[in-house]
C-alpha cells in the first residue's frame, strides 16, 4: 500500500499585515518549522477534526486517511491552517494521481480557507505555503522576491486570539475614525514600500518594524504581552521587533544580528512566552517520502 507525505512550511508577516486587507503593500516570508501530512486511500471515509482538511477530501471528491503531524503552534499567526491544508491537497493529489499543479492547489487553498473562515482570509498564507520564499503583496496580486537570509525570533505570547475578530475591530475603528485610520494604513503601507528598498540592510528592516509595530498598536491590535515580548528582545540586542499576523496576541518576530539570537530567544522567554530562532524557507510545499 502507498501513502503519500508532504510538507508545507509556516510563515510570518514581516510587514504590513490588516493594511493588505486594505490593499496596501506587505512583505511576507515563509519560515520553519513545516507541518507534515500522510494520507493513504482508504474505502471509509477518514475523521479529520479539521474542516480544513475536510474540504479537502470534498473539493477533491475522494475519500481517504489522514495524519497530522505539525511542528508549527496553531492559532498563533503563524499560518499552520493554510500549511496543513496546502500539505493535504498536495498529498491527495499525488495518492490519488490527480495532476493539479502548484498554481491550481494555491487556489484550491485559498478557496477552502475563504469558505472555513466565511470570506475573511487573504492568499497571502496560502501562497507562502505553495510557494515558499519571500513575497510581496499588493492586492490580490503576489510576487516572489529575492530571497534573504534574515535571521529572525519567533515569539509566541501564549494569548489566544482570533483572525476574523482582529479584521473587524480595524474595519469598525476605520468606519469610526477614518481620518485616522486611513493615514495609519497608508503609513504602513509605505513602511513596506521602504522595507522593499532596504531588503539586505537589516538594521534599517530593524527600524522600519519598530515603525510598524507602533502602527499597529494605533489600529488597536496591540496587546501588552506582545509589546513586552517585543520591547524584550530590543533590549537584548535586536534591530528591531514587530507583532506579526492579526495581533491580540499569538507571535511577534524580532530580526537580529545571528550572534545575538539565543540572547533574544532567552529574554522572550523570561517573560513567560515561547521562542525560537528561525530563518526564510525557500522551499513551499514538498513532498516528503514514499513509504
Ligand atoms: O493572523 P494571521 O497569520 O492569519 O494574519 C492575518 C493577517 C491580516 O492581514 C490581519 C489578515 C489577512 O488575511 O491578511
Known amino acids: 500500500m502507498t501513502v503519500a507525505t508532504w510538507s508545507a512550511p509556516g510563515k510570518v508577516f514581516l510587514f504590513g499585515e490588516h ?52 511542528q508549527l503552534p496553531s492559532s498563533s499567526g503563524l499560518g499552520s491552517s493554510a500549511a496543513v491544508t496546502v500539505a493535504t491537497l498536495a498529498a491527495i493529489n499525488d495518492e490519488f494521481g490527480k495532476k493539479l499543479q502548484r498554481e491550481d492547489i494555491a487556489n484550491m487553498a485559498f478557496a477552502i480557507e475563504k469558505k472555513v473562515q466565511k470570506g475573511r482570509a487573504s492568499p497571502t498564507d496560502t501562497t507562502v505555503a505553495t510557494f515558499g520564499g519571500l513575497v510581496f503583496i499588493t492586492g490580490l496580486a503576489r510576487r516572489r522576491l529575492p530571497p534573504q537570509n534574515f535571521q529572525l525570533v519567533i515569539g509566541n505570547s501564549m494569548v489566544q486570539h482570533n483572525t476574523a475578530r482582529m479584521v473587524e475591530m480595524v474595519a469598525e475603528l476605520k ?21 522593499m528598498r532596504a531588503l539586505s540592510d537589516p538594521v534599517r528592516l530593524g527600524e522600519l518594524m519598530n515603525m ?42 524580532a530580526i537580529c544580528p545571528k550572534h545575538a539570537k539565543s540572547r533574544v530567544v532567552s529574554a522572550i522567554e523570561a517573560c513567560d512566552a515561547r521562542a525560537f530562532s528561525t530563518t526564510i524557507d525557500q522551499e513551499g510545499v514538498r513532498k516528503e517520502k514514499d513509504a
Open 19 to 70: 493594511a493588505v486587507v486594505y490593499g496596501r503593500p506587505g512583505i511576507a516570508m515563509a519560515v520553519r518549522p513545516r507541518v507534515f501530512v500522510t494520507v493513504r486511500k482508504s474505502r471509509t471515509a477518514h475523521h479529520a477534526k479539521s474542516p480544513y482538511i475536510d474540504n479537502c477530501f470534498d473539493e477533491m471528491g475522494v475519500r481517504g486517511s489522514v495524519y497530522v503531524n505539525s
Open 175 to 195: 468606519t469610526k475614525s477614518p481620518e485616522i485610520c486611513e493615514p495609519v494604513l497608508e503609513a504602513i503601507g509605505a513602511v513596506s514600500l521602504s522595507a
Open 212 to 253: 510598524n509595530h507602533a502602527l499597529l498598536d494605533v489600529l488597536g491590535v496591540g496587546h501588552p504581552q506582545l509589546s513586552r515580548l517585543v520591547l524584550a528582545s530590543r533590549a537584548a540586542g535586536a534591530y528591531g521587533a514587530k507583532l506579526t499576523g492579526a495581533g491580540g496576541g499569538g507571535c511577534m518576530i
